[in-house]
């Protein structure tokens, strides 16, 4: 995996943990202060694999501790109703 295509990853997945933290905010009190979080794909062990070497590879603050947060995708369908208009000039019912 190179290195862009892993900043693309990190971004994306930072960007739905603020989000769904924005929705939950009390999942922040399961984070321990100072921790540096490792944010994984449940859906793309290869991302898992290089992101977790280049947390072990990058030394931690001290005091922290790294904390792995597993992201998974849901899908929710909405359904959506459109109405057409049909104009005509003597009423047609039928």
């Known amino acids: ?13 930072s960007e739905q943990f603020n989000r769904y933290v924005f929705d939950h ?5 399961r984070i321990p202060d100072k921790a540096a979080l490792v ?10 694999k290089a992101n977790l070497a280049l947390a072990e590879a990058t030394p931690l603050p001290p005091g922290s501790e790294r ?4 992201m998974q995708k849901r899908v929710r369908i909405v359904q ?3 109405w057409d208009a049909d104009i005509r000039q003597v009423p047609q019912l039928a």
Do not use: S
Not at 25 to 29: S, Y
Not at 67 to 70: G, V
């Open 1 to 13: 995996m190179n290195a862009q295509t892993m900043a693309d990853k990190i971004f994306e997945l």
């Open 25 to 29: 905010p009390e999942i922040l009190d």
């Open 39 to 48: 944010l994984l794909d449940v859906d793309d062990p290869e991302f898992n």
């Open 67 to 70: 904390i792995h947060i597993k």
């Open 80 to 82: 959506q109703i459109h």
